[in-house]
């Protein structure tokens, strides 16, 4: 049965390892992708003139500051799913290294049986 139950939080903390990488690359996604607001928005700062936005295999005139209301909107809605993918993350932590102490406090036991 302890053979069973240690198995079986192994199988746990291996999908929370997967959680936590899927978790990771979302994150590092939306940071890259700030990153690109950022160094957008900075150009736009610097705009004279018309400005074009990629909408698919076309490009379609926009008014600058339209431009940057919709790339700080963008930004902040990734800021707010950052946050939340921090505290998934948090989490996920805890109850990672959690299962993990049970793991190695099995297999203790087993070794001192």
Do not use: C, P, Y
Request: no cysteine.
């Amino acid at each position: 049965m302890a053979e069973e139950d240690l198995q079986k939080q192994l199988v746990f903390a291996d999908s929370l390892q997967r959680q936590l990488q899927n978790i990771l690359g979302q994150k590092q996604f939306l940071e890259l992708e700030n990153v690109q607001i950022n160094n957008s928005l900075a150009e736009l700062e610097k705009a004279k003139g018309k400005v074009f936005k990629a909408v698919g295999n076309v490009l379609i005139e926009k008014d600058v500051k339209k431009l940057i209301d919709e790339l700080n909107e963008k930004k902040k809605q990734n800021d707010e799913k950052i946050e939340k993918l921090k505290k998934q993350e948090e989490m996920i932590n805890s109850k990672l290294t959690e299962v993990q102490k049970g793991i190695e406090e099995k297999l203790k036991n087993k070794k001192n049986e």
